[in-house]
């Protein structure tokens, strides 16, 4: 029991807990709730935007006339002063005559010196004319010497080539007279043939003599044994007689031998005797064959003959091709010379260059017998000025004792064109006003008038201004008199118009807006501001119209926070 | 004996140590949540860049101030919803346990029919089972019934859960049996002994089973991450590490906060705590 | 006079209350609601491993061989079962050990309150501590630095590494020691005290008196806290999302991780193949289990 006392202890000390755990839920969601932003809403709406442009400003004249004068003149007084209504009647100002004077006498004297000028340049040019002819002249002269000079050449140069064809024909006409490779070949072989068969014949010739020589020497040596054997026998028969059975013949055959010899030397004398007279037939032979000799065909006159045949017809060739070149060239001269020739007749032909001074002179002439003549009519009317119509002076650029500039003298407002009331407009204020557009003016103090905008354009000064203009009618208004400009526009329907507060412009100039939206999370469905980037076609002071898409007519639109809101801030709606 | 009174001595002193290490983590904390936020930004800066320097801690801060506190307690409404869904939750599944665990456990423990033992081998796998192994099912389930997305879908399968079952049956399981006859041979109807005689005896399991089932439901997970998208129904334990590095004083606080009913749980059931661990072990 | 029908029935109903068959209605709102919510879905379940996501055609088993090809579910696979085999080892001998120390101490009961204490602390509320702690400008590098056992310039950012595993480990142990401790000193302390005089008096010394009497009767004890460290070693997935969210480092990617992304993706199809693989696996380790320890069974 003393746990559960225990028990019980924990317990209510747990129970405590989550009572405050309890309370402090209570707390901390009044807190959470306090503490956000509480914001109005609204939906886009459907509407068409009013711009309203109002500006000031002031009547002008219509249309103004300058009066002039001559440049350069001095002005003695000056009469009429700024905004003085003037009438064709009223004297403006008058100029110095003394200085016209002054100014006539110069011009004369420029006039003078110019026509003097003129009469010279004039001479000139008669001298210039005289000798171009001149030179004309003696250019047509050069190009016909030339010409002849060069057609000489020429000739010369073609007869030199027909020499040198000529001969060359006459060389081709007359060649060397060669054998056929035909018939050279048959006399090689004639020549051959013979050549072998010397050969044969002397080999014949050679075999027979030693033959000859053999048979001779066959005999020679026949008879030294003679020789020798009778010797022997002599020998013999004295040495013994036993060998006489033996040598029986010897003696005989001694005798015999010198007998038996005989045949053999006989035979052998007469093959010497064959042989020599083979011998002396194949030298027979040989020599006929020598005498019939064929001579070794030999055409190397023949072919030096040829090559210097040919080789004057090359060199005559060549010849003919400088000679052919040389024409070429002799043409070519010619023509060179020729054409300069025409060249320099045409150079001389040309006339001189456009020189302008002589007509300029008298331009320059004519224009300051104008001016004289103008400085002349001045004088007749005394130097008086007067203005052509009615009307309001508006500017003076002259003063006394000043010259005339060159712009006009005397501005002024004529009074009988209508009047203009201008207005300066900003690019924002220009985007409502177009030509056309009625326009409620009211000027002075009266009471306004509908009238139409004329004219709008940009200020030439200031590109970032514009001027609008509204011709008044006859009558209306006086010049400087301000009055008030105001015209209405409206703009097209637009289907998601906003106002202009629920409207923010961020870091990087990108306009949007708050919308509501949901989000969950641990406190369940919460709402939020959700920032939305818009873009904005159209604005005036009081709302702006946003492009469709990003926001339409269902979203809710932030208009107002009591805290300044982030994206994704958690909102609740105003009470 | 000096020695062993020292060895002793040197024991206890390390386990002390030890335990206290084990609850440090609590001090971090209370400590945490009461210090200023410009001391836990310079403690905690490094944490927070990614920087290369260590982060510091003063146990004692320097500026202590409840401001985390003021403004958790009464400027954060979103804390008090999550706390509210969190004991919803447990207190909801606790009761639903309650309801369905208690009598099957009595069903396990006193009435021994045909298919007991298979049956309670199957009950003691699911409780094994961990959620993921079962999240499907369970989501195909929540999703044919449409409860997907709302406290039910949490609610609803921890209270079928069988680990209740099985450390009430531990408690059931000691009941002396003659008493239960006695109470049948005196005509008693088995609800009526259900009631007057076994709650009151196996009170200690049951509240074993509330207390670890609420400290294991109050850090409930894995379902409610699964099975609940709104917002508006996450319990404390989806909340907290919503909260960035960047407010860590009032992520501290807000522990401060979650642990306190889970202490209050401990202290109180500590010893149910214990019985139902010791319950879910012993098997003699 | 005649019973209606109804009085006849409404007579019959006590009757129901004292039949045996009482306990259905006790039971049935569980079961009902477990069959409804668990059970009957799961079949489901089965069914869509079977088809595709979307168009629900018929794939055989299609997504089984995706799922067991896919990378991360592999990387998943081992991770939770790395992240068991160390945690549960770990968790119960700490346990243990702490326990037997307690055992010991007259401040017994303060200090287990102590070791409870994370238990009571929400996820959410330890996942900023542990950001504090352990990210690389963190105390504990802090505490590294000035021991001198870093140096500087070296110090890890412990959840974007492979340290983030023991980063959870230490989480896990630092959540359920309180529960372990409890569960070991029941288990110690409902070994009759009578054994452990009977075996001091016949000379055992503390540790003999431990590893001899106590240790063997702590076997059911055993069997309960490997359970039940399994059971909440799934249910550290709680911090690890938090504090890294859906695609933590790779060593800290388990299986729950896994599951929630094909959840978000909606990657149904290979979500059932995994889930009933899971499923049965741990079907067949808890039975596997119970057997082992099927002579502590009550029922």
């Given at each position: 029991m003393g746990i559960w006392r225990k028990q019980k202890k924990v317990l209510t000390a747990f129970g405590i807990f989550l009572v405050l755990m309890y309370l402090c839920t209570l707390i901390s969601r009044a807190v959470y709730a306090s503490k956000l932003p509480q914001v109005t809403v609204d939906a886009p709406r459907r509407m068409a935007l009013d711009h309203t442009v109002e500006a000031e400003g002031i009547v002008h004249q219509g249309r103004e006339y300058a009066v002039t004068a001559l440049t350069g003149l001095r002005v003695r007084t000056v009469y009429a002063n700024v905004g003085d209504h003037v009438e064709p009647e009223t004297l403006l100002f008058d100029l110095d005559l003394e200085d016209l004077q002054e100014k006539i006498g110069d011009k004369e004297l420029e006039i003078k010196k110019l026509q003097l000028q003129i009469a010279a340049m004039e001479q000139n040019k008669s001298l210039d004319i005289q000798k171009q002819q001149m030179e004309s002249s003696r250019a047509q002269e050069d190009y016909s010497r030339t010409e002849e000079k060069s057609e000489e050449a020429l000739t010369r140069a073609r007869e030199d080539l027909e020499k040198a064809e000529d001969a060359y024909e006459d060389h081709k006409e007359h060649p060397v007279e060669m054998t056929s490779s035909e018939e050279r070949q048959t006399q090689q072989k004639v020549y051959d043939a013979w050549v072998q068969?010397?050969?044969?014949?002397?080999?014949?010739?050679?075999?027979?003599?030693?033959?000859?020589?053999?048979?001779?020497?066959?005999?020679?040596?026949?008879?030294?044994?003679?020789?020798?054997?009778?010797?022997?026998?002599?020998?013999?028969?004295?040495?013994?007689?036993?060998?006489?059975?033996?040598?029986?013949?010897?003696?005989?055959?001694?005798?015999?031998?010198?007998?038996?010899?005989?045949?053999?030397?006989?035979?052998?004398?007469?093959?010497?005797?064959?042989?020599?007279?083979?011998?002396?037939?194949?030298?027979?032979?040989?020599?006929?064959?020598?005498?019939?000799?064929?001579?070794?065909?030999?055409?190397?006159?023949?072919?030096?003959?040829?090559?210097?045949?040919?080789?004057?017809?090359?060199?005559?060739?060549?010849?003919?091709?400088?000679?052919?070149?040389?024409?070429?060239?002799?043409?070519?001269?010619?023509?060179?010379?020729?054409?300069?020739?025409?060249?320099?007749?045409?150079?001389?032909?040309?006339?001189?260059?456009?020189?302008?001074?002589?007509?300029?002179?008298?331009?320059?002439?004519?224009?300051?017998?104008?001016?004289?003549?103008?400085?002349?009519?001045?004088?007749?009317?005394?130097?008086?000025?007067?203005?052509?119509?009615?009307?309001?002076?508006?500017?003076?650029?002259?003063?006394?004792?000043?010259?005339?500039?060159?712009?006009?003298?005397?501005?002024?407002?004529?009074?009988?064109?209508?009047?203009?009331?201008?207005?300066?407009?900003?690019?924002?204020?220009?985007?409502?006003?177009?030509?056309?557009?009625?326009?409620?003016?009211?000027?002075?103090?009266?009471?306004?008038?509908?009238?139409?905008?004329?004219?709008?354009?940009?200020?030439?000064?200031?590109?970032?201004?514009?001027?609008?203009?509204?011709?008044?009618?006859?009558?209306?208004?006086?010049?400087?008199?301000?009055?008030?400009?105001?015209?209405?526009?409206?703009?097209?329907?637009?289907?998601?118009?906003?106002?202009?507060?629920?409207?923010?412009?961020?870091?990087?100039?990108?306009?949007?807006?708050?919308?509501?939206?949901?989000?969950?999370?641990?406190?369940?469905?919460?709402?939020?501001?959700?920032?939305?980037?818009?873009?904005?076609?159209?604005?005036?002071?009081?709302?702006?119209?946003?492009?469709?898409?990003?926001?339409d007519q269902e979203t809710e639109l932030i208009l107002s926070s009591t805290e300044e809101l982030e994206d994704r801030d958690v909102v609740r709606y105003k009470e | 004996m000096m020695r062993k009174t020292i060895q002793k001595a040197a024991v206890k002193t390390a386990l002390f140590l030890l335990g206290a290490v084990f609850c440090a983590p609590v001090l971090f904390l209370l400590s945490g949540s009461v210090m200023s936020r410009y001391e836990l930004t310079e403690n905690l800066r490094s944490l927070m860049t990614d920087g290369e320097t260590l982060i510091t801690w003063s146990f004692f801060p320097l500026y202590p101030t409840f401001e985390h506190y003021g403004r958790i307690l009464f400027q954060t409404p979103q804390f008090f919803t999550v706390f509210w869904n969190s004991m919803k939750i447990v207190f909801c599944i606790l009761a639903g346990q309650f309801v369905i665990a208690v009598p099957a456990a009595w069903a396990f423990a006193v009435y021994p029919f045909r298919f007991r033992k298979w049956l309670f081998t199957l009950y003691i796998v699911l409780m094994l089972m961990p959620f993921q192994v079962t999240m499907l099912s369970s989501y195909l389930v929540l999703d044919g019934l449409a409860i997907m997305d709302t406290h039910r879908a949490v609610i609803l399968p921890a209270v079928f859960s069988t680990f209740p079952v099985f450390l009430v049956y531990r408690g059931f399981c000691d009941l002396p049996r003659g008493l239960i006859e006695a109470a049948r041979i005196d005509g008693a109807g088995e609800w009526m002994i259900f009631v007057k005689l076994g709650l009151p005896l196996a009170s200690g399991g049951i509240l074993s089973a509330a207390v670890l089932g609420f400290l294991e439901y109050w850090s409930l997970i894995e379902q409610p991450l699964a099975f609940l998208e709104d917002q508006s129904l996450w319990p404390l334990s989806l909340y907290l590490p919503e909260i960035s590095l960047e407010q860590v004083g009032y992520s501290f606080v807000a522990s401060v906060i979650t642990l306190i009913p889970a202490i209050f749980v401990f202290l109180s059931g500590r010893e149910y705590l214990e019985q139902g661990i010791v319950a879910s072990g012993l098997k003699e | 006079m005649q019973k209606t029908g109804l009085q006849r029935f409404l007579k019959k109903r006590p009757s129901i209350w004292q039949s045996k068959y009482a306990f259905f209605w006790f039971l049935l709102p569980s079961l009902a609601g477990v069959t409804v919510f668990v059970l009957v879905p799961f079949l489901d379940v089965v069914r869509r491993s079977f088809v595709t996501a979307v168009t629900q055609e018929w794939t055989g088993l299609r997504n089984y061989q995706i799922v067991f090809a896919n990378q991360a579910f592999r990387l998943a696979v081992k991770n939770t079962v790395r992240f068991t085999f160390v945690c549960l080892p770990l968790l119960i001998g700490i346990g243990l050990f702490l326990s037997v120390q307690l055992s010991r101490l007259k401040e017994m009961q303060l200090i287990k309150s102590m070791f409870l204490f994370p238990l009571a602390m929400p996820a959410a509320t330890v996942v900023l501590i542990w950001k504090m702690l352990f990210s690389r400008q963190g105390f504990l590098n802090g505490i590294l630095l000035k021991t001198g056992f870093v140096e500087d310039g070296l110090l890890p950012d412990y959840m974007g590494t492979g340290a983030a595993f023991w980063v959870l480990v230490f989480s896990y142990i630092w959540k359920n020691l309180g529960y372990t401790i409890v569960l070991w000193l029941a288990g110690i302390f409902s070994v009759s005290a009578d054994l452990t005089e009977a075996a001091k008096v016949d000379g055992a010394t503390e540790r003999q008196c431990f590893w001899r009497v106590i240790f063997p009767n702590l076997k059911g004890s055993l069997y309960t806290i490997t359970v039940l460290s399994f059971l909440n070693s799934f249910k550290v997935f709680r911090e690890a999302y938090l504090v890294a969210g859906s695609y933590p480092h790779e060593s800290m990617y388990l299986l729950q991780h896994l599951f929630n992304n094909w959840f978000v993706n909606l990657e149904l199809d290979k979500m059932a193949a995994a889930a009933v693989c899971v499923g049965m696996l741990l079907f067949a380790a808890i039975l596997f289990l119970q057997r082992l320890w099927d002579h502590e069974e009550h029922i």
């Amino acid at each position: 029991m003393g746990i559960w006392r225990k028990q019980k202890k924990v317990l209510t000390a747990f129970g405590i807990f989550l009572v405050l755990m309890y309370l402090c839920t209570l707390i901390s969601r009044a807190v959470y709730a306090s503490k956000l932003p509480q914001v109005t809403v609204d939906a886009p709406r459907r509407m068409a935007l009013d711009h309203t442009v109002e500006a000031e400003g002031i009547v002008h004249q219509g249309r103004e006339y300058a009066v002039t004068a001559l440049t350069g003149l001095r002005v003695r007084t000056v009469y009429a002063n700024v905004g003085d209504h003037v009438e064709p009647e009223t004297l403006l100002f008058d100029l110095d005559l003394e200085d016209l004077q002054e100014k006539i006498g110069d011009k004369e004297l420029e006039i003078k010196k110019l026509q003097l000028q003129i009469a010279a340049m004039e001479q000139n040019k008669s001298l210039d004319i005289q000798k171009q002819q001149m030179e004309s002249s003696r250019a047509q002269e050069d190009y016909s010497r030339t010409e002849e000079k060069s057609e000489e050449a020429l000739t010369r140069a073609r007869e030199d080539l027909e020499k040198a064809e000529d001969a060359y024909e006459d060389h081709k006409e007359h060649p060397v007279e060669m054998t056929s490779s035909e018939e050279r070949q048959t006399q090689q072989k004639v020549y051959d043939a013979w050549v072998q068969k010397e050969t044969e014949l002397k080999e014949a010739l050679e075999d027979a003599k030693k033959a000859c020589e053999a048979a001779e020497e066959t005999v020679k040596r026949l008879e030294a044994e003679k020789k020798v054997s009778s010797e022997e026998t002599d020998q013999n028969i004295t040495a013994g007689d036993t060998d006489i059975s033996a040598e029986a013949g010897e003696p005989d055959s001694a005798a015999d031998e010198s007998e038996k010899e005989d045949p053999e030397w006989k035979a052998a004398q007469e093959a010497a005797l064959e042989a020599k007279g083979r011998l002396e037939a194949a030298e027979a032979v040989y020599d006929a064959h020598l005498k019939e000799k064929v001579e070794k065909p030999d055409y190397s006159e023949e072919d030096a003959e040829k090559s210097a045949w040919n080789s004057k017809k090359e060199s005559l060739k060549d010849e003919i091709e400088s000679a052919e070149r040389a024409v070429e060239d002799a043409e070519r001269a010619q023509s060179d010379a020729i054409l300069e020739e025409e060249r320099k007749v045409e150079d001389a032909g040309m006339t001189a260059n456009a020189d302008s001074s002589l007509a300029v002179g008298r331009l320059e002439l004519s224009a300051l017998q104008k001016e004289l003549a103008a400085y002349k009519k001045v004088q007749d009317a005394s130097g008086q000025v007067y203005p052509e119509a009615e009307g309001i002076v508006t500017r003076i650029q002259v003063s006394p004792g000043e010259r005339v500039g060159d712009g006009a003298a005397f501005v002024y407002a004529d009074l009988s064109s209508p009047m203009q009331f201008q207005v300066s407009l900003t690019k924002e204020q220009k985007k409502y006003v177009n030509q056309g557009d009625t326009v409620n003016l009211a000027l002075g103090g009266s009471s306004a008038e509908e009238l139409k905008v004329d004219y709008v354009a940009e200020n030439e000064m200031n590109p970032e201004l514009y001027d609008a203009r509204v011709f008044l009618p006859d009558g209306v208004g006086t010049i400087g008199q301000s009055g008030k400009f105001r015209v209405e526009a409206q703009s097209e329907i637009f289907s998601c118009c906003i106002p202009v507060n629920a409207l923010h412009i961020d870091s990087n100039q990108r306009s949007f807006v708050y919308i509501v939206s949901e989000r969950s999370g641990i406190l369940g469905t919460e709402l939020i501001a959700e920032q939305v980037y818009v873009k904005v076609l159209d604005q005036n002071g009081s709302f702006a119209a946003v492009e469709e898409g990003v926001i339409d007519q269902e979203t809710e639109l932030i208009l107002s926070s009591t805290e300044e809101l982030e994206d994704r801030d958690v909102v609740r709606y105003k009470e | 004996m000096m020695r062993k009174t020292i060895q002793k001595a040197a024991v206890k002193t390390a386990l002390f140590l030890l335990g206290a290490v084990f609850c440090a983590p609590v001090l971090f904390l209370l400590s945490g949540s009461v210090m200023s936020r410009y001391e836990l930004t310079e403690n905690l800066r490094s944490l927070m860049t990614d920087g290369e320097t260590l982060i510091t801690w003063s146990f004692f801060p320097l500026y202590p101030t409840f401001e985390h506190y003021g403004r958790i307690l009464f400027q954060t409404p979103q804390f008090f919803t999550v706390f509210w869904n969190s004991m919803k939750i447990v207190f909801c599944i606790l009761a639903g346990q309650f309801v369905i665990a208690v009598p099957a456990a009595w069903a396990f423990a006193v009435y021994p029919f045909r298919f007991r033992k298979w049956l309670f081998t199957l009950y003691i796998v699911l409780m094994l089972m961990p959620f993921q192994v079962t999240m499907l099912s369970s989501y195909l389930v929540l999703d044919g019934l449409a409860i997907m997305d709302t406290h039910r879908a949490v609610i609803l399968p921890a209270v079928f859960s069988t680990f209740p079952v099985f450390l009430v049956y531990r408690g059931f399981c000691d009941l002396p049996r003659g008493l239960i006859e006695a109470a049948r041979i005196d005509g008693a109807g088995e609800w009526m002994i259900f009631v007057k005689l076994g709650l009151p005896l196996a009170s200690g399991g049951i509240l074993s089973a509330a207390v670890l089932g609420f400290l294991e439901y109050w850090s409930l997970i894995e379902q409610p991450l699964a099975f609940l998208e709104d917002q508006s129904l996450w319990p404390l334990s989806l909340y907290l590490p919503e909260i960035s590095l960047e407010q860590v004083g009032y992520s501290f606080v807000a522990s401060v906060i979650t642990l306190i009913p889970a202490i209050f749980v401990f202290l109180s059931g500590r010893e149910y705590l214990e019985q139902g661990i010791v319950a879910s072990g012993l098997k003699e | 006079m005649q019973k209606t029908g109804l009085q006849r029935f409404l007579k019959k109903r006590p009757s129901i209350w004292q039949s045996k068959y009482a306990f259905f209605w006790f039971l049935l709102p569980s079961l009902a609601g477990v069959t409804v919510f668990v059970l009957v879905p799961f079949l489901d379940v089965v069914r869509r491993s079977f088809v595709t996501a979307v168009t629900q055609e018929w794939t055989g088993l299609r997504n089984y061989q995706i799922v067991f090809a896919n990378q991360a579910f592999r990387l998943a696979v081992k991770n939770t079962v790395r992240f068991t085999f160390v945690c549960l080892p770990l968790l119960i001998g700490i346990g243990l050990f702490l326990s037997v120390q307690l055992s010991r101490l007259k401040e017994m009961q303060l200090i287990k309150s102590m070791f409870l204490f994370p238990l009571a602390m929400p996820a959410a509320t330890v996942v900023l501590i542990w950001k504090m702690l352990f990210s690389r400008q963190g105390f504990l590098n802090g505490i590294l630095l000035k021991t001198g056992f870093v140096e500087d310039g070296l110090l890890p950012d412990y959840m974007g590494t492979g340290a983030a595993f023991w980063v959870l480990v230490f989480s896990y142990i630092w959540k359920n020691l309180g529960y372990t401790i409890v569960l070991w000193l029941a288990g110690i302390f409902s070994v009759s005290a009578d054994l452990t005089e009977a075996a001091k008096v016949d000379g055992a010394t503390e540790r003999q008196c431990f590893w001899r009497v106590i240790f063997p009767n702590l076997k059911g004890s055993l069997y309960t806290i490997t359970v039940l460290s399994f059971l909440n070693s799934f249910k550290v997935f709680r911090e690890a999302y938090l504090v890294a969210g859906s695609y933590p480092h790779e060593s800290m990617y388990l299986l729950q991780h896994l599951f929630n992304n094909w959840f978000v993706n909606l990657e149904l199809d290979k979500m059932a193949a995994a889930a009933v693989c899971v499923g049965m696996l741990l079907f067949a380790a808890i039975l596997f289990l119970q057997r082992l320890w099927d002579h502590e069974e009550h029922i």
